[in-house]
């Protein structure tokens, strides 16, 4: 992969993909940790002359068609302001994706001078399934850079889309891989290239069927899987607990119930929660209480991991010399049930081996509980990617990087 320094983009129109899809409380940012990792490369480029037009996506407006869309927002307006408060210099930010205020905002651009396009998926055709759309939109954009046109890709978090910004646009320009892509990539290749070992790996979130594929892959090379959160209550299910009201995946009970077997004959260790939070309700203030997994009620919801299971969990991190982490493991945004994900983030914490935070909202959780980000080796700004980076699938993003066009 070529990296920034072997690209020539002095007085060049750089369009740099970034991943700055950051957690929004209204138009309020909870948590910048993506647009700080944007800043290097950034840096890079601006004190190398570069005139930069950021191509990044917010959240996934919806709507028909670019009108409605951009209507609907959200805007990458807050993003803009903070990227500017960061690098201390104006951030102009077009009202337009690749239009007339795009191609205003890219004309104005001097040598080491920054602006931004408005959120890339208020276009339809950057997510959408038909090459040839895409293609078009990847064109437009190409237009904004001028003759002189060069792509950057540093937008880790989103490489796992064949999205007209990360797939289709690098194979029109000079491209090159960014610092955060390349270090992304570097510290997941240590986890796939014989990792030292025993080798854990934490997975939460919401859903099993989100983690099945990575969850296949990791039992060629995991030695023991810590499972909590939403995801574990279809665990629990399949090995014929009540779980309540809690989630589930009630049609992924046959799956998971295959790879526990799976887990079994391979001889990984799977750690499943001992003890839950029951709420009455989901909500910052429900009433809660803690109960053992064998005697769970109907009329329940876990909220959280129980103390026992918080203690089982640093337990099974404490001989760890590897370990990836995935997912929170209770709704750690209500203060009240924060605390199974605070254990697993501090237990990772004393972990003295390689330890990765795999991105999006484990890593939010690290920073908005106030663990310091240095307990960890490296915290990702991509989970889905990392994630189907971990399953052993070849991320569009990365594909498009490796064909070789020349500068
Ligand atoms: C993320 O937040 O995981 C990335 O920015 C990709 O966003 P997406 O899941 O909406 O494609
Ligand atoms: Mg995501």
């Not at 934490?202 to 969850?215: C, M, Q, R, T």
């Not at 099974?316 to 009240?336: C, R, S, Y």
């Amino acid at each position: 992969m070529r990296e920034i320094d072997d690209l020539d983009v002095e007085g060049k129109t750089v369009l740099l993909r970034a991943d700055l899809n950051t957690p929004l409380d209204g138009t309020r940012i909870t948590d910048d940790g993506r647009i700080r990792a944007s800043l290097p490369t950034i840096t890079k480029l601006l004190g190398r002359g570069a005139r930069i037009l950021v191509i990044a996506h917010l959240g996934r407006p919806s709507g028909a068609g670019y009108a409605e869309r951009a209507a609907g927002g959200p805007s990458l307006r807050p993003v803009a302001e903070r990227l500017s408060e960061l690098l201390g210099q104006e951030v102009p930010l077009a009202a337009d994706v690749a239009g007339e205020s795009a191609a205003a905002v890219a004309a104005g651009l001097a040598n080491g001078s920054i602006g931004m396009v408005e959120n890339i998926r208020f276009e339809p055709a950057e997510t959408s399934k038909d090459d040839a759309e895409r293609a078009g939109l990847a064109r437009r954009l190409t237009a904004l850079a001028g003759p002189d046109g060069r792509y950057v890709a540093d937008g880790f978090g989103a490489l796992h889309r064949k999205h007209a910004s990360v797939y289709d646009l690098p194979g029109l320009l000079p491209h090159a891989a960014g610092d955060l892509v390349l270090d992304e990539v570097a510290v997941l290749r240590r986890l796939t290239d014989s990792p030292e070992r025993p080798y854990v790996v934490v997975l939460g979130g919401a859903k099993p069927s989100d983690k099945l594929a990575v969850i296949d892959n990791l039992l060629g090379s995991a030695d023991r899987l810590i499972i909590g959160g939403g995801m574990s209550y279809t665990f629990l299910k399949a090995q014929g607990h009540e779980v309540g009201k809690s989630l589930l995946e009630e049609e992924m009970i046959p799956r998971v119930a295959e790879v526990l077997a799976e887990a079994d004959r391979r001889g990984v260790e799977v750690v499943l929660p001992v003890d839950l939070v029951a709420a009455t309700h989901y909500g910052p203030d429900a009433e809660h209480e803690t109960i053992p997994v064998t005697a769970f009620p109907a009329d329940r919801e876990s909220l959280d991991m129980g103390p026992a299971t918080r203690a089982l969990f640093a337990e099974k991190l404490a001989d760890a010399k590897t370990v990836f982490w995935n997912g929170p493991v209770g709704v750690f945004e209500f203060p009240a049930f924060s605390e199974g994900t605070r254990a697993v983030a501090e237990a990772i914490g004393r972990v003295a081996g390689l330890t990765v935070v795999g991105g999006g909202d484990s890593a939010a959780a690290v920073r908005i509980l106030g663990i310091p980000e240095d307990s960890f080796t490296h915290i990702s700004t991509g989970g889905g990617a990392s994630l189907e980076y971990l399953e052993g699938r070849r991320l569009p993003g990365l594909v498009a990087l490796d064909d070789g066009t020349a500068a």
